[in-house]
């Protein structure tokens, strides 16, 4: 269980999210949707511990904030859009990070199981043959599908997506989204995802919210949250007539 309870975070002492309560249960994803710049990185940054906060994030009774940093990378791991700056590793050098959070120093040699954990992570995302390879000479969907291995083999229990699918195609896309939300359901983890695209929230959600200006405006099921009139208000601009537009002239293609 992940409860947050008054939670407010920023930069330079100015709050960008505001008064934030949540709850969410093992098993359940959530994703947040909301315009540039109204918080969502930065709520997911708060959860990961990476920028200080007041109020409370606690997982299992326990506050974020107090585990060291092996204890937090079991329980929180985050996936973030691939930057163009990665580090010269190789598919499985990258993916056996992912395994720093049990191993008893920062260069330890993996033992075989931990070797083994790391091949089977790089086989379930399918680039078992680019294992060898520098992830500086992968396209950009086969180095997010890296960071999927890598997540799997660090299998914390609360997962932040934040807009994991930027750089893929279509099929990945869907892919990476079933992939990963299936294999959190069967593993009990939670979920918390960013996704601008609406269609893949309505499909994948179990529940969402929408920020606007770091504050929560509207939570609940997908149909509840991504209701026309809401959207029209918060995003400017009535995105389900458009969506309804395109669907019909998809109705009309051959
Ligand atoms: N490191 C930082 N230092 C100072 N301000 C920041 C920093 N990161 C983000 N901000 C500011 O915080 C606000 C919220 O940014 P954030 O990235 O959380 O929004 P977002 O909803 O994820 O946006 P987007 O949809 O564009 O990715 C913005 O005004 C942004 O300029």
Redesign the pocket.
Known sequence: MLEIKNLSSG??GVD?IKNINLSIKKGENLFII?P???????LLKTIANIIEYKGSIKIDDKEISSLDRKNLARRVGLMSQVSEIYFPYTVYETVSLGRYPYSKGIFDILSKEEKNIVLENISKVGLMEFKDKMITELSGGQVQRVFLAKLFAQNPDIILLDEPTNHLDLKYQIELLEYVCNWAKSKNKIIIG?LHDLNLVHHFADSVIMLQNGEIISNGNPKNVLNGEKLKEVYDIDIKSFMVNVLNKWEEVI
């Open positions: 930069y330079d960008i909301g540039n710049g109204c918080g969502k990185s930065t960013v």
